[in-house]
């Protein structure tokens, strides 16, 4: 047996020696790897810090962004509210000027017993009355006999052949034009000549 014991020592001998050579590399390859973890850590932190200030920086973008986007959609809306209510102002001031006619249509055919001269009177004053607020409204006709026809304020209904009268003069009104400030709000509808 104390054959095999030496065998044994014999064997135990190489596997201590390995032991004994083994330590000293594996501290050199966990100290190679802590300076390694200790670059690749700082490189990951440095790419962290880097990846958290782009986020800050994408964060505040897009909060920036958000606070145009609701800016841009309530101005629009108050935009939009600003423009009816102006429509309205401006359809109701329209409207006061021309109740006033109004009432006097009202009055003239209240009036039980009246001659066709008074009839015939009434109209003569609400129709004056009627053209003061359209002139008040900034309103103006177009379209008289004699003028000479121009197509963006005239549409000619009719043509007639006549030597006597000269080239594109308006002939008749069959309905008179109107037109607020330079904008054609109806154009007059007329008899031009050659």
């Avoid at 596997?15 to 594996?26: F, N, T, V």
């Amino acid at each position: 047996m104390p054959e095999n014991e030496s065998v044994d020592q014999v064997n135990e001998c190489p596997a201590k020696e390995a032991e004994a050579q083994d330590p000293a590399p594996e501290k050199e390859t966990e100290n190679t790897k802590k300076k390694g973890f200790s670059k690749a850590s700082k490189k990951e932190q440095e790419l962290e810090k880097k990846l958290h200030e782009l986020e800050e920086a994408l964060a505040k973008q897009k909060d920036q962004f958000l606070r145009t986007a609701a800016e841009y959609d309530n101005y629009r809306k108050r935009s939009e509210r600003e423009k009816a209510a102006v429509y309205a102002d401006a359809t109701a001031a329209a409207i006061l000027e021309i109740l006033p006619v109004e009432d006097n249509l009202e009055r003239a055919l209240a009036q039980k017993e009246c001659t066709v001269e008074d009839l015939r009177k009434g109209v003569e004053m609400v129709q004056a009355q009627m053209k003061a607020c359209l002139e008040k409204l900034g309103v103006s006709e177009m379209g008289a006999e004699g003028e000479t026809f121009d197509p963006a304020f005239h549409n000619a209904v009719m043509h007639l052949e006549d030597e006597s009268l000269g080239e594109n003069v308006i002939v008749q009104v069959f309905q008179k034009g109107y037109k607020l400030g330079d904008k054609v709000v109806r154009h007059a509808m007329v008899q031009v000549a050659n």
